[in-house]
């Protein structure tokens, strides 16, 4: 690496760190808080949840129904200035479901945005549970004939 590469890197590690820094504030001041209401929510009606540790920069959280059934989302930097969150459904019987990704620049997070990612995928996989649990009889019975 020569001098200004260097140099260049001095100067763009406290850039990143400050990005770093800005989303660890939203996890706690959103992300986390968001989280336990629907840990709370949701373990009250039959889920597993975890959040298992993770990187800085980055949050994870498990919700699960069965040991084959569960959704990951997951809160991640996305570049500099924005946040991702990235859904992950697992059900059983089902062909892999399609992981879905939304962004958002860190200025435009909130608790609302926060909330409103932990209702879309839990909402979309108990949707998907659902729809795998209405096709098991098909298959069951297409595997019998």
């Keep these: 690496m020569d001098k200004w590469q260097q140099t260049f890197l ?11 820094e800005r989303f660890e504030q939203i996890a706690h ?4 808080p ?5 840990d709370q929510f949701t373990t009250a009606h039959g889920f597993t ?3 298992p540790d993770c990187d800085a920069g980055t949050r994870v ?3 699960g129904l069965t040991e084959n059934g569960y959704l990951l989302l997951a809160f991640r930097m996305y570049g500099l200035e924005r946040v991702e969150a990235h859904t992950e459904i697992i059900v059983p019987g089902n062909k892999p479901v399609e992981s879905t990704t ?8 909130n608790p609302e945005w926060v909330r409103q990612q932990f209702r879309a995928a839990l ?8 729809q795998a649990c209405k ?3 098909a298959r069951a019975e297409a595997v019998a004939s």
């Design 10 to 20: 001095g100067k763009l590690e406290p850039v990143k760190k400050h990005w770093r």
């Design 135 to 137: 096709s098991a009889p």
């Design 49 to 51: 949840v975890s959040s």
């Design 123 to 130: 909402d979309r996989f108990v949707d998907t549970f659902h």
């Design 34 to 38: 968001s989280f336990h209401e629907f």
């Design 29 to 32: 001041d959103w992300i986390g």
């Design 61 to 63: 959280y498990k919700f």
């Design 102 to 109: 939304a962004r958002a620049s860190l200025a435009d997070v």
